[in-house]
Protein backbone atom coordinates (compact mmCIF):
# COMPACT_ATOMS: atom_id res chain seq x y z
CA UNK A 1 0.00 0.00 0.00
CA UNK A 2 1.37 3.64 -0.35
CA UNK A 3 1.40 5.88 2.85
CA UNK A 4 -1.17 8.69 3.44
CA UNK A 5 -0.39 12.28 3.49
CA UNK A 6 1.42 14.01 5.61
CA UNK A 7 3.38 17.50 5.29
CA UNK A 8 6.86 17.76 6.16
CA UNK A 9 9.47 19.38 7.68
CA UNK A 10 13.31 19.09 8.04
CA UNK A 11 14.98 20.55 11.50
CA UNK A 12 18.59 21.30 11.41
CA UNK A 13 18.77 21.45 15.23
CA UNK A 14 16.86 19.59 18.50
CA UNK A 15 15.45 23.86 19.16
CA UNK A 16 14.19 23.78 15.32
CA UNK A 17 13.04 20.27 15.25
CA UNK A 18 10.68 21.23 19.15
CA UNK A 19 9.66 24.12 17.20
CA UNK A 20 8.15 22.59 14.11
CA UNK A 21 6.06 20.34 16.63
CA UNK A 22 5.15 23.44 18.86
CA UNK A 23 3.77 25.30 16.08
CA UNK A 24 2.24 22.22 14.23
CA UNK A 25 -0.53 19.59 16.02
CA UNK A 26 -0.08 16.81 18.56
CA UNK A 27 -0.46 14.42 15.71
CA UNK A 28 3.13 15.62 14.17
CA UNK A 29 5.55 12.97 14.58
CA UNK A 30 9.39 13.24 14.76
CA UNK A 31 10.90 11.16 11.28
CA UNK A 32 14.66 9.22 11.77
CA UNK A 33 15.79 6.31 9.81
CA UNK A 34 11.98 6.18 8.57
CA UNK A 35 13.26 1.77 9.07
CA UNK A 36 9.83 1.23 11.05
CA UNK A 37 7.57 4.38 10.73
CA UNK A 38 7.88 4.38 6.61
CA UNK A 39 6.48 0.45 7.26
CA UNK A 40 3.33 1.68 9.58
CA UNK A 41 2.71 4.49 6.98
CA UNK A 42 2.88 1.94 3.92
CA UNK A 43 0.53 -0.24 5.58
CA UNK A 44 -1.50 2.54 7.17
CA UNK A 45 -1.44 1.79 10.50
CA UNK A 46 0.00 5.52 10.95
CA UNK A 47 -1.28 8.90 10.33
CA UNK A 48 0.60 11.71 11.25
CA UNK A 49 -0.34 14.65 10.22
CA UNK A 50 3.29 16.34 9.69
CA UNK A 51 6.78 14.35 9.58
CA UNK A 52 9.70 16.45 11.20
CA UNK A 53 12.77 15.18 9.65
CA UNK A 54 15.76 15.00 12.19
CA UNK A 55 18.19 13.34 9.97
CA UNK A 56 20.42 16.47 9.29
CA UNK A 57 20.56 17.56 13.33
CA UNK A 58 24.23 16.94 13.50
CA UNK A 59 24.11 16.73 17.70
CA UNK A 60 22.15 13.68 17.24
CA UNK A 61 24.96 11.93 15.32
CA UNK A 62 27.57 12.39 17.90
CA UNK A 63 29.08 9.81 20.21
CA UNK A 64 31.50 11.01 23.40
CA UNK A 65 33.42 8.97 26.26
CA UNK A 66 32.92 11.16 29.09
CA UNK A 67 34.30 10.18 32.21
CA UNK A 68 31.13 8.84 33.74
CA UNK A 69 30.45 6.59 30.61
CA UNK A 70 29.10 6.66 27.32
CA UNK A 71 27.23 9.27 25.50
CA UNK A 72 25.54 7.82 22.34
CA UNK A 73 23.65 10.27 20.41
CA UNK A 74 20.05 9.08 19.00
CA UNK A 75 20.91 9.74 15.89
CA UNK A 76 23.54 7.48 15.26
CA UNK A 77 22.71 4.65 13.04
CA UNK A 78 22.79 0.55 13.25
CA UNK A 79 25.69 0.09 10.92
CA UNK A 80 27.35 2.81 12.29
CA UNK A 81 27.49 1.14 15.62
CA UNK A 82 28.39 -2.10 13.47
CA UNK A 83 31.00 -0.82 12.42
CA UNK A 84 32.45 0.62 15.65
CA UNK A 85 31.14 4.03 16.13
CA UNK A 86 31.11 3.48 19.80
CA UNK A 87 34.74 3.01 21.56
CA UNK A 88 36.01 0.40 24.05
CA UNK A 89 34.42 -2.73 25.20
CA UNK A 90 31.15 -1.66 25.51
CA UNK A 91 30.99 -0.65 22.00
CA UNK A 92 32.31 -3.53 21.02
CA UNK A 93 29.33 -5.68 22.65
CA UNK A 94 27.24 -3.12 21.17
CA UNK A 95 28.33 -3.46 17.38
CA UNK A 96 27.95 -7.31 17.52
CA UNK A 97 23.71 -6.25 18.85
CA UNK A 98 24.10 -3.80 15.72
CA UNK A 99 24.96 -6.56 13.04
CA UNK A 100 22.22 -8.79 14.46
CA UNK A 101 19.27 -6.06 13.73
CA UNK A 102 18.08 -6.36 9.99
CA UNK A 103 19.50 -6.17 7.28
CA UNK A 104 22.73 -3.66 5.78
CA UNK A 105 20.10 -2.05 3.77
CA UNK A 106 17.78 -1.14 7.04
CA UNK A 107 21.21 -0.58 9.61
CA UNK A 108 22.23 1.94 6.90
CA UNK A 109 19.33 4.33 8.00
CA UNK A 110 17.96 2.62 11.24
CA UNK A 111 19.37 4.68 13.97
CA UNK A 112 19.48 3.98 17.91
CA UNK A 113 17.07 6.71 19.11
CA UNK A 114 14.09 5.74 16.62
CA UNK A 115 14.25 2.04 17.59
CA UNK A 116 13.65 3.09 21.31
CA UNK A 117 10.80 5.29 20.56
CA UNK A 118 9.52 3.09 18.34
CA UNK A 119 8.97 0.36 21.46
CA UNK A 120 8.52 -2.77 19.92
CA UNK A 121 9.24 -4.87 22.87
CA UNK A 122 11.67 -7.63 20.21
CA UNK A 123 13.76 -4.53 19.58
CA UNK A 124 17.53 -5.12 20.64
CA UNK A 125 18.04 -1.95 21.42
CA UNK A 126 15.19 -2.17 24.02
CA UNK A 127 16.66 -4.84 25.96
CA UNK A 128 20.09 -4.05 25.83
CA UNK A 129 19.97 -0.41 26.92
CA UNK A 130 18.28 -1.87 29.63
CA UNK A 131 20.72 -4.35 30.42
CA UNK A 132 23.44 -2.02 30.16
CA UNK A 133 21.44 0.69 32.85
CA UNK A 134 21.17 3.13 29.99
CA UNK A 135 19.22 6.51 30.37
CA UNK A 136 18.01 8.69 27.18
CA UNK A 137 18.25 12.36 27.37
CA UNK A 138 14.92 13.70 26.44
CA UNK A 139 13.80 17.10 24.75
CA UNK A 140 10.81 18.12 25.10
CA UNK A 141 9.02 21.76 24.41
CA UNK A 142 8.52 22.63 27.82
CA UNK A 143 12.30 21.46 29.52
CA UNK A 144 14.61 18.13 29.11
CA UNK A 145 14.37 15.03 31.41
CA UNK A 146 16.37 12.21 31.79
CA UNK A 147 14.34 8.31 30.97
CA UNK A 148 15.83 5.12 32.51
CA UNK A 149 16.16 2.73 29.43
CA UNK A 150 14.78 0.47 31.98
CA UNK A 151 11.19 1.78 32.71
CA UNK A 152 11.13 3.16 29.00
CA UNK A 153 8.47 1.33 27.51
CA UNK A 154 5.36 0.55 28.71
CA UNK A 155 3.57 -2.01 26.27
CA UNK A 156 3.85 -2.79 22.18
CA UNK A 157 4.92 0.51 20.70
CA UNK A 158 4.37 2.63 23.59
CA UNK A 159 6.60 4.85 25.68
CA UNK A 160 6.83 7.02 28.89
CA UNK A 161 7.99 9.61 26.50
CA UNK A 162 5.42 12.46 25.71
CA UNK A 163 4.51 13.00 21.49
CA UNK A 164 6.61 16.15 22.02
CA UNK A 165 9.61 14.46 23.42
CA UNK A 166 12.97 14.16 21.54
CA UNK A 167 15.35 11.63 22.51
CA UNK A 168 18.45 13.56 22.17
CA UNK A 169 21.09 10.61 23.08
CA UNK A 170 21.51 7.63 25.37
CA UNK A 171 23.92 7.78 28.37
CA UNK A 172 25.81 4.68 29.92
CA UNK A 173 27.20 3.84 32.90
CA UNK A 174 30.95 3.61 32.89
CA UNK A 175 31.33 -0.13 32.65
CA UNK A 176 34.87 -1.10 33.64
CA UNK A 177 37.39 -2.65 31.61
CA UNK A 178 36.76 -5.95 33.71
CA UNK A 179 33.03 -5.94 32.21
CA UNK A 180 31.71 -8.87 30.73
CA UNK A 181 28.85 -9.20 28.38
CA UNK A 182 26.67 -11.15 26.84
CA UNK A 183 23.76 -11.40 24.30
CA UNK A 184 21.12 -14.02 22.77
CA UNK A 185 18.65 -13.43 20.13
CA UNK A 186 16.73 -15.75 19.34
CA UNK A 187 15.12 -15.75 15.80
CA UNK A 188 14.46 -18.32 12.95
CA UNK A 189 16.08 -16.09 10.49
CA UNK A 190 18.91 -13.70 10.66
CA UNK A 191 17.57 -9.84 10.38
CA UNK A 192 14.26 -10.72 12.01
CA UNK A 193 13.25 -9.62 15.46
CA UNK A 194 13.62 -11.68 18.00
CA UNK A 195 11.09 -14.43 19.56
CA UNK A 196 13.11 -14.44 22.86
CA UNK A 197 16.15 -12.09 24.36
CA UNK A 198 18.27 -12.95 27.01
CA UNK A 199 21.52 -10.63 27.98
CA UNK A 200 24.01 -10.46 31.12
CA UNK A 201 26.13 -7.30 31.88
CA UNK A 202 29.21 -8.23 35.16
CA UNK A 203 31.01 -5.85 36.00
CA UNK A 204 32.60 -8.17 39.52
CA UNK A 205 35.15 -4.14 39.60
CA UNK A 206 32.10 -2.42 40.34
CA UNK A 207 30.37 -5.24 42.04
CA UNK A 208 27.32 -5.01 38.84
CA UNK A 209 25.57 -7.88 37.79
CA UNK A 210 22.55 -7.40 35.63
CA UNK A 211 20.29 -10.05 33.04
CA UNK A 212 17.74 -8.83 30.79
CA UNK A 213 14.88 -11.24 29.22
CA UNK A 214 13.76 -9.02 26.11
CA UNK A 215 11.08 -10.22 23.38
CA UNK A 216 8.32 -10.12 26.14
CA UNK A 217 4.66 -8.33 26.04
CA UNK A 218 5.70 -5.03 27.13
CA UNK A 219 9.22 -3.56 28.94
CA UNK A 220 12.31 -6.00 29.19
CA UNK A 221 12.46 -8.02 32.34
CA UNK A 222 15.64 -6.60 33.67
CA UNK A 223 17.17 -8.75 36.88
CA UNK A 224 19.37 -6.13 38.43
CA UNK A 225 21.41 -8.53 40.84
CA UNK A 226 21.73 -11.61 38.75
CA UNK A 227 24.32 -13.09 40.39
CA UNK A 228 22.55 -15.79 41.31
CA UNK A 229 21.30 -16.43 38.22
CA UNK A 230 24.82 -16.58 37.18
CA UNK A 231 26.02 -19.19 39.58
CA UNK A 232 23.26 -21.44 38.74
CA UNK A 233 21.38 -22.39 35.13
CA UNK A 234 18.58 -24.16 37.02
CA UNK A 235 17.86 -20.52 38.38
CA UNK A 236 17.10 -19.72 34.67
CA UNK A 237 13.27 -21.15 34.00
CA UNK A 238 11.95 -19.42 37.94
CA UNK A 239 13.64 -15.66 36.10
CA UNK A 240 11.47 -16.53 33.21
CA UNK A 241 8.02 -17.02 35.36
CA UNK A 242 8.85 -14.38 37.18
CA UNK A 243 8.98 -12.41 34.10
CA UNK A 244 5.44 -13.15 33.32
CA UNK A 245 5.74 -16.03 31.05
CA UNK A 246 3.12 -18.90 31.93
CA UNK A 247 5.35 -22.42 32.61
CA UNK A 248 4.72 -24.81 30.20
CA UNK A 249 4.60 -22.70 27.28
CA UNK A 250 6.88 -22.20 24.19
CA UNK A 251 7.32 -18.66 25.01
CA UNK A 252 8.68 -19.64 28.49
CA UNK A 253 10.29 -22.53 27.05
CA UNK A 254 12.43 -20.09 24.27
CA UNK A 255 12.93 -17.53 26.62
CA UNK A 256 14.54 -19.83 29.18
CA UNK A 257 16.94 -21.53 26.77
CA UNK A 258 17.73 -17.57 25.29
CA UNK A 259 18.83 -17.48 29.41
CA UNK A 260 21.09 -20.18 29.68
CA UNK A 261 22.55 -19.47 26.49
CA UNK A 262 23.42 -16.00 26.99
CA UNK A 263 24.87 -17.17 30.79
CA UNK A 264 27.05 -19.93 29.26
CA UNK A 265 28.34 -17.30 26.50
CA UNK A 266 29.25 -14.57 29.70
CA UNK A 267 31.11 -17.73 31.11
CA UNK A 268 33.16 -18.46 28.23
CA UNK A 269 34.40 -15.20 27.76
CA UNK B 1 4.46 19.23 -3.56
CA UNK B 2 7.74 20.22 -1.86
CA UNK B 3 10.63 21.21 -4.08
CA UNK B 4 13.51 18.23 -4.51
CA UNK B 5 16.80 18.59 -5.88
CA UNK B 6 19.34 15.71 -5.59
CA UNK B 7 21.66 13.37 -8.05
CA UNK B 8 20.00 10.05 -9.62
CA UNK B 9 22.94 7.96 -11.49
CA UNK B 10 25.24 11.28 -11.58
CA UNK B 11 23.01 13.92 -12.89
CA UNK B 12 21.47 16.54 -11.38
CA UNK B 13 17.38 16.59 -11.11
CA UNK B 14 15.12 19.05 -9.68
CA UNK B 15 11.76 18.21 -9.21
CA UNK B 16 8.83 18.77 -6.45
CA UNK B 17 7.46 15.96 -4.77
CA UNK B 18 4.47 15.16 -2.38
CA UNK B 19 6.47 14.08 1.03
CA UNK B 20 3.76 10.72 1.18
CA UNK B 21 6.15 9.49 -1.92
CA UNK B 22 8.37 7.23 -1.36
CA UNK B 23 11.99 7.21 -3.34
CA UNK B 24 10.93 3.95 -5.62
CA UNK B 25 7.97 5.97 -7.21
CA UNK B 26 9.66 9.05 -7.94
CA UNK B 27 12.24 7.11 -9.61
CA UNK B 28 9.55 4.18 -11.40
CA UNK B 29 6.66 7.00 -11.92
CA UNK B 30 8.22 9.92 -12.65
CA UNK B 31 11.88 9.30 -13.24
CA UNK B 32 10.95 5.95 -15.73
CA UNK B 33 13.67 4.65 -14.12
CA UNK B 34 12.00 0.92 -13.72
CA UNK B 35 14.80 -0.79 -12.98
CA UNK B 36 14.24 -0.20 -9.28
CA UNK B 37 11.09 -3.40 -8.56
CA UNK B 38 8.63 -3.18 -6.15
CA UNK B 39 8.22 -5.96 -3.37
CA UNK B 40 6.78 -5.95 -0.14
CA UNK B 41 7.19 -2.22 0.62
CA UNK B 42 8.23 -2.85 4.08
CA UNK B 43 11.32 -3.53 3.62
CA UNK B 44 11.58 -7.50 4.17
CA UNK B 45 12.08 -8.54 0.08
CA UNK B 46 15.27 -6.24 -0.71
CA UNK B 47 13.52 -6.22 -4.48
CA UNK B 48 13.78 -2.13 -4.12
CA UNK B 49 17.56 -2.08 -2.48
CA UNK B 50 19.60 0.49 -4.34
CA UNK B 51 22.79 3.23 -2.81
CA UNK B 52 21.84 6.27 -1.09
CA UNK B 53 24.96 8.11 -0.49
CA UNK B 54 26.93 5.11 -1.45
CA UNK B 55 25.68 3.32 1.15
CA UNK B 56 22.92 0.21 0.51
CA UNK B 57 19.26 1.48 1.37
CA UNK B 58 15.59 0.48 1.01
CA UNK B 59 13.63 3.07 -1.33
CA UNK B 60 10.20 1.47 -0.33
CA UNK B 61 11.38 2.98 3.15
CA UNK B 62 13.04 6.34 2.01
CA UNK B 63 10.86 8.77 1.79
CA UNK B 64 12.15 11.06 -1.38
CA UNK B 65 11.46 14.43 0.44
CA UNK B 66 14.30 12.96 2.48
CA UNK B 67 16.82 12.66 -0.64
CA UNK B 68 17.31 16.53 -0.34
CA UNK B 69 21.11 16.96 -2.09
CA UNK B 70 21.60 13.24 -1.63
CA UNK B 71 23.50 10.94 -4.26
CA UNK B 72 21.71 8.09 -5.76
CA UNK B 73 22.47 4.67 -7.57
CA UNK B 74 19.89 3.06 -9.34
CA UNK B 75 20.51 -0.38 -11.10
CA UNK B 76 21.03 1.59 -14.44
CA UNK B 77 23.65 3.45 -12.60
CA UNK B 78 26.13 0.68 -12.55
CA UNK B 79 27.17 0.49 -16.15
CA UNK B 80 30.48 1.92 -15.98
CA UNK B 81 31.68 -0.25 -12.24
CA UNK B 82 33.56 -2.51 -12.40
CA UNK B 83 32.78 -4.69 -9.59
CA UNK B 84 29.23 -4.65 -11.10
CA UNK B 85 30.27 -5.74 -14.30
CA UNK B 86 32.09 -8.87 -12.71
CA UNK B 87 29.26 -9.38 -10.77
CA UNK B 88 26.98 -9.46 -14.01
CA UNK B 89 28.88 -11.89 -16.05
CA UNK B 90 29.11 -14.03 -12.42
CA UNK B 91 25.44 -13.69 -11.75
CA UNK B 92 25.09 -14.86 -15.61
CA UNK B 93 27.65 -17.95 -15.43
CA UNK B 94 26.62 -19.32 -12.35
CA UNK B 95 22.59 -18.96 -12.70
CA UNK B 96 21.67 -16.66 -10.29
CA UNK B 97 18.54 -15.41 -11.92
CA UNK B 98 15.59 -16.50 -13.08
CA UNK B 99 12.86 -14.08 -13.44
CA UNK B 100 14.99 -11.33 -12.53
CA UNK B 101 12.89 -9.29 -10.08
CA UNK B 102 15.11 -9.48 -7.39
CA UNK B 103 18.48 -9.05 -9.20
CA UNK B 104 18.69 -5.22 -8.74
CA UNK B 105 18.44 -5.07 -5.22
CA UNK B 106 20.57 -8.84 -5.35
CA UNK B 107 23.08 -6.92 -7.57
CA UNK B 108 23.49 -3.72 -5.03
CA UNK B 109 23.41 -5.95 -1.74
CA UNK B 110 26.18 -8.43 -3.85
CA UNK B 111 28.19 -5.26 -4.56
CA UNK B 112 28.18 -3.78 -0.79
CA UNK B 113 29.06 -7.62 -0.02
CA UNK B 114 32.18 -7.56 -2.22
CA UNK B 115 33.39 -4.38 -1.35
CA UNK B 116 32.50 -4.34 2.74
CA UNK B 117 33.61 -7.88 3.72
CA UNK B 118 36.35 -9.19 1.36
CA UNK B 119 37.04 -11.86 3.91
CA UNK B 120 33.07 -13.20 3.56
CA UNK B 121 32.99 -17.00 3.04
CA UNK B 122 29.85 -18.94 2.03
CA UNK B 123 27.82 -18.34 5.55
CA UNK B 124 28.38 -14.95 5.90
CA UNK B 125 27.29 -14.24 2.04
CA UNK B 126 24.11 -16.36 3.28
CA UNK B 127 24.35 -13.91 5.82
CA UNK B 128 24.24 -10.18 4.56
CA UNK B 129 21.82 -11.72 1.67
CA UNK B 130 19.14 -12.68 4.72
CA UNK B 131 17.94 -9.34 3.80
CA UNK B 132 17.36 -9.90 0.22
CA UNK B 133 14.39 -12.27 -0.97
CA UNK B 134 14.59 -14.74 -4.12
CA UNK B 135 11.81 -17.14 -5.02
CA UNK B 136 13.38 -18.71 -7.96
CA UNK B 137 17.03 -19.35 -7.45
CA UNK B 138 17.14 -21.53 -4.27
CA UNK B 139 20.09 -19.12 -3.56
CA UNK B 140 22.50 -21.54 -4.74
CA UNK B 141 23.74 -19.66 -7.98
CA UNK B 142 23.63 -16.41 -5.88
CA UNK B 143 25.94 -17.42 -3.11
CA UNK B 144 28.78 -18.85 -5.90
CA UNK B 145 27.78 -16.06 -7.93
CA UNK B 146 29.10 -13.88 -5.42
CA UNK B 147 31.91 -15.90 -3.71
CA UNK B 148 33.55 -16.44 -7.36
CA UNK B 149 33.66 -12.24 -7.79
CA UNK B 150 35.52 -12.25 -4.26
CA UNK B 151 37.97 -14.70 -4.70
CA UNK B 152 38.68 -13.31 -8.12
CA UNK B 153 39.32 -9.97 -6.49
CA UNK B 154 41.19 -11.04 -3.92
CA UNK B 155 43.75 -13.68 -5.72
CA UNK B 156 43.89 -10.16 -8.67
CA UNK B 157 45.16 -8.33 -5.30
CA UNK B 158 47.67 -11.16 -3.99
CA UNK B 159 49.39 -11.62 -7.45
CA UNK B 160 49.77 -7.94 -7.31
C1 LIG C 1 12.81 -5.59 7.57
C2 LIG C 1 13.11 -5.01 8.90
C3 LIG C 1 13.65 -5.82 9.89
C4 LIG C 1 13.93 -5.30 11.14
N1 LIG C 1 14.50 -6.13 12.08
C5 LIG C 1 14.83 -5.61 13.29
C6 LIG C 1 15.46 -6.43 14.27
O1 LIG C 1 15.78 -7.59 14.05
N2 LIG C 1 15.72 -5.86 15.49
C7 LIG C 1 15.42 -4.56 15.77
O2 LIG C 1 15.70 -4.12 16.87
N3 LIG C 1 14.83 -3.77 14.86
C8 LIG C 1 14.54 -4.27 13.62
N4 LIG C 1 13.95 -3.44 12.71
C9 LIG C 1 13.60 -2.04 13.06
C10 LIG C 1 14.77 -1.11 12.83
O3 LIG C 1 15.74 -1.33 13.85
C11 LIG C 1 14.40 0.37 12.83
O4 LIG C 1 15.50 1.04 12.29
C12 LIG C 1 14.17 1.06 14.14
O5 LIG C 1 13.24 0.35 14.89
C13 LIG C 1 13.60 2.44 13.95
O6 LIG C 1 14.59 3.39 13.83
P1 LIG C 1 14.42 4.58 12.78
O7 LIG C 1 15.56 5.48 13.01
O8 LIG C 1 14.28 4.02 11.44
O9 LIG C 1 13.10 5.29 13.31
P2 LIG C 1 11.81 5.80 12.50
O10 LIG C 1 11.19 4.72 11.74
O11 LIG C 1 12.14 7.06 11.78
O12 LIG C 1 10.89 6.19 13.74
C14 LIG C 1 10.33 5.20 14.57
C15 LIG C 1 9.50 5.87 15.67
O13 LIG C 1 10.34 6.58 16.57
C16 LIG C 1 10.05 7.97 16.57
N5 LIG C 1 11.35 8.61 16.65
C17 LIG C 1 12.40 8.47 15.79
N6 LIG C 1 13.48 9.10 16.25
C18 LIG C 1 13.11 9.67 17.44
C19 LIG C 1 13.81 10.45 18.41
N7 LIG C 1 15.10 10.79 18.29
N8 LIG C 1 13.13 10.85 19.52
C20 LIG C 1 11.83 10.52 19.68
N9 LIG C 1 11.12 9.79 18.79
C21 LIG C 1 11.76 9.36 17.68
C22 LIG C 1 9.26 8.23 15.32
O14 LIG C 1 8.36 9.31 15.49
C23 LIG C 1 8.53 6.92 15.14
O15 LIG C 1 7.39 6.88 15.95
C24 LIG C 1 13.66 -3.94 11.43
C25 LIG C 1 13.12 -3.12 10.44
C26 LIG C 1 12.85 -3.64 9.19
C27 LIG C 1 12.27 -2.75 8.14
S1 LIG D 1 9.92 -3.42 -1.64
FE1 LIG D 1 11.40 -2.50 -0.40
S2 LIG D 1 12.10 -4.16 0.77
FE2 LIG D 1 10.45 -5.05 -0.32
S1 LIG E 1 15.25 -14.52 -10.00
FE1 LIG E 1 13.12 -14.57 -9.69
S2 LIG E 1 12.94 -13.72 -7.70
FE2 LIG E 1 15.06 -13.99 -7.91
Not at chain 1, 114 to 136: E, F, K, N, R
Not at chain 2, 60 to 72: D, N, R, S, Y
Amino acid sequence: MKAPAFGYERAHSVEEALLFYASGDEDAKYLAGGQSLGPLLNLRLARPSMLIDVRSIDELRECTQTPDGLVIGAGVTHAAIEDGAVPGPVGAFLAVIAHGIAYRAVRNRGTLGGSLAHADPAADWVSTMALLDAQLDVRGVTGERQVPAESLVEGPLATKLAPDELVVSVRLPGWSAAARFSYYKFNRKPGEFADAIAGFAYDPERGVCRAVIGATDGAPAVIADALELLAAAEASEAAVTAAGFEPGSFEHHVHAVALRRARDRLIAR
Amino acid sequence: MKPLHFTVNGKAVVTRVAPRTHLADLLREELRLTGTNLGCEHGVCGACTLEVDGAPARSCLTLAITCEGAKVRTIEGFDDDPVMAALREAFSEHHALQCGYCTPGMLVTARDIVIRLPQADEARIREELAGNLCRCTGYVGIVRAIASVIAARNSAAGGR
